[in-house]
């Protein structure tokens, strides 16, 4: 028999495992789960440490078969799923998970968000259920380093590493409705073959590009890349992502590189191939704002 309860700590190891096992497969793949099992683990503990329960897991026996967490944006009043996942009895347990998790994200959230690969059939068919709005689909791109050809590098003092105090300046440039915060991505920068690199012109930030280690010495990924709208079409994107291909090649020496790009942004697409990359799959967001109830009639 399976049964959905609350996310314990004495559990994180294991249920770290099984999440990272998981979402290493694209058929159920979920966006915004980390990629490391050590991260995954800090990742889920942060759920566990809230008055209001964020996390459940589907239980066969002493078996994980399902899983479902709430990322937190009190301020901005909405959440993002890591999940649902399930192993076994797939509809079943998804919607086991969802009645257990709608009822704490209806309390406090104006909006859920979710995001998997589009070989995630069980997870796009629960949002067609639910009524979630299809908001973005994205390209996942990939750059092999054995395909790489480096443009000649202009050893430009424009491009440096963003600190703690260039906070302000990237807010400003950061989308509001990204992914990651600019809070996050500094606190993300700080681990091990993350970095945010900014391009300076005239005084100012002109871009910024964040780039992650997916793998150590096999996979990284550019999350971001944004220029500002006076600057574009310059050259500072690209100059950018050569800086950032090339510290991922030839400095960290990984094999892949991937990247994102919307399926609405076709000229960005063309960019990323002209360079080199393939297209690897796709991520399709979903996003369900939360109707308020209208108070009960008075007799």
């Known amino acids: 028999m399976i049964q959905i309860r609350e996310l314990e700590v004495r559990e994180l190891h294991t249920a770290a495992e099984w999440l990272y096992q998981m979402n290493g497969q694209d058929r159920h793949y979920v966006a915004w789960m980390a990629s490391e099992k050590n991260e995954i683990f800090e990742q889920i503990w942060t759920l566990t440490q809230f008055t209001e329960p964020l996390a459940y897991v589907a ?8 899983f479902l967490g709430m990322v937190p944006f009190f301020e901005q009043k909405f959440c993002r799923l890591l999940g649902p996942f399930a192993l076994k009895e797939e509809s079943d347990v998804i919607e086991r998970l969802w009645d257990k998790a709608s009822l ?29 709005e ?45 992914y990651y915060t600019t809070e996050e991505m500094f606190h993300l920068s700080r681990h091990q073959g993350n970095y945010i690199w900014g391009y300076g012109k005239e005084g100012e930030l002109a871009g910024y590009l964040y780039f992650e280690t997916i793998a150590e010495g096999e996979e990284g990924e550019i999350c971001f890349v944004n220029v500002h709208p006076s600057h ?10 050569e800086h950032a291909l090339q510290y991922a090649f030839y400095a960290l020496e990984l094999q892949a590189v991937t990247l994102s790009v919307r399926s609405l942004n076709p000229q960005a697409e063309q960019l990323y191939k002209a360079i080199g990359f393939q297209e690897l799959n796709e991520i399709h967001a979903y996003q369900k704002v939360f109707t308020p109830t209208p108070p009960a009639p008075l007799h």
């Not at 491009?159 to 703690?164: G, H, K, M, Y």
């Open 134 to 178: 299809l908001y973005n689909v994205e390209k996942t791109l990939v750059l092999f380093q054995t395909h790489y050809k480096a443009a000649e590098s202009k050893k430009t003092p424009s491009i440096f590493q963003l600190q703690e105090q260039d906070k302000e300046r990237l807010d400003k440039l950061h989308p509001d409705a990204a």
């Open 232 to 241: 574009r079409n310059t050259g500072i994107g690209t100059e950018l992502m």
């Open 59 to 66: 239980w066969e026996g002493s078996e994980i078969v399902g």
């Open 104 to 132: 704490t994200a209806q309390l406090h959230f104006d909006a859920v968000k979710v995001a998997c690969y589009g070989a995630n059939e069980e997870l796009k068919a629960f949002a067609e259920t639910h009524a979630f």
